[in-house]
């Protein structure tokens, strides 16, 4: 499958803390995708980074890129109770409108 | 606007059942396409659109057909209803256009429908 992969399944943090999901893939991309899910909703788009970018920011949000080691790295600071949520990373592989998603990281925060 | 709108929102059929699930977008997106998402895994794609009037196979399309008559809507249907098909489907869209091609990337999705099939 050229799905990515999530890292961990699960993330249970205190309020405040930073929390850090990975999302490894096989394939080389055209970009790769962020997006939220929370309980009984439908995802929500977060952030893109294309294949020639190593970092994006995006408020609270950091997403690194390292096509080498075919991997992506979400990191929320500061983290709030209500980021509590699925996150799941999407990648494109063509230009063809079509992403593959992953099984995405469950993250809790505790207030 | 409204974004992407799916109904019904729940429904329960028996095996053998037909039905029809509608996805409506307002944002003029040529792409749709239809996602189930089964309890603690991510979104397999089912069948996916790049304009009306067309349609493409996903992942897992044995037991589901689709139609896009018109740019703003996307119907998926299932013939002989399952339990295999019980799951929360999902209907998302996004843009496509030559000088903004990254964005046809960012799909915008519908609240889901729950559809249990006893």
């Known amino acids: 499958s050229q799905q990515g992969e999530e890292d961990p399944q699960a993330l249970s943090i205190q309020e405040g803390e930073n929390a850090t999901m990975n999302c490894s893939y096989k394939?080389?991309?055209?970009?790769l995708q962020w997006y939220r899910q929370n309980s009984g909703r439908g995802l929500v788009h977060l952030i893109l980074?294309?294949?020639?970018?190593r970092e994006k920011h995006s408020g609270r949000l950091r997403v690194t890129l390292d096509t080498s080691k075919k991997s992506s790295s979400l990191l929320i600071t500061a983290s709030r109770a209500a980021d509590t949520a699925s996150y799941f990373c999407a990648t494109a592989y063509t230009n063809a409108g079509k992403s593959t998603f992953g099984d995405g990281t469950t993250l809790t925060v505790k207030p | 606007n409204a974004g992407v709108t799916q109904t019904p929102k729940f429904r329960v059929l028996k095996t053998g059942q037909s039905m029809t699930l509608l996805c409506a977008q307002d944002m003029n997106h040529e792409y749709m396409y239809w996602y189930r998402q089964d309890p603690g895994m991510g979104l397999r794609l089912i069948h996916y659109s790049v304009g009306e009037g067309t349609t493409a196979k996903g992942e897992v399309p044995d037991g589901y057909n689709v139609s896009r008559l018109k740019k703003q809507n996307f119907l998926l249907g299932l013939e002989s209803a399952a339990p295999s098909q019980t799951s929360v489907y999902f209907c998302a869209s996004s843009y496509s256009g030559a000088r903004r091609q990254l964005e046809t990337d960012t799909q915008y999705f519908g609240p889901g429908t729950r559809l249990t099939v006893l």
């Open positions: 394939t080389s991309i055209n970009n």
């Open positions: 980074i294309r294949s020639n970018e």
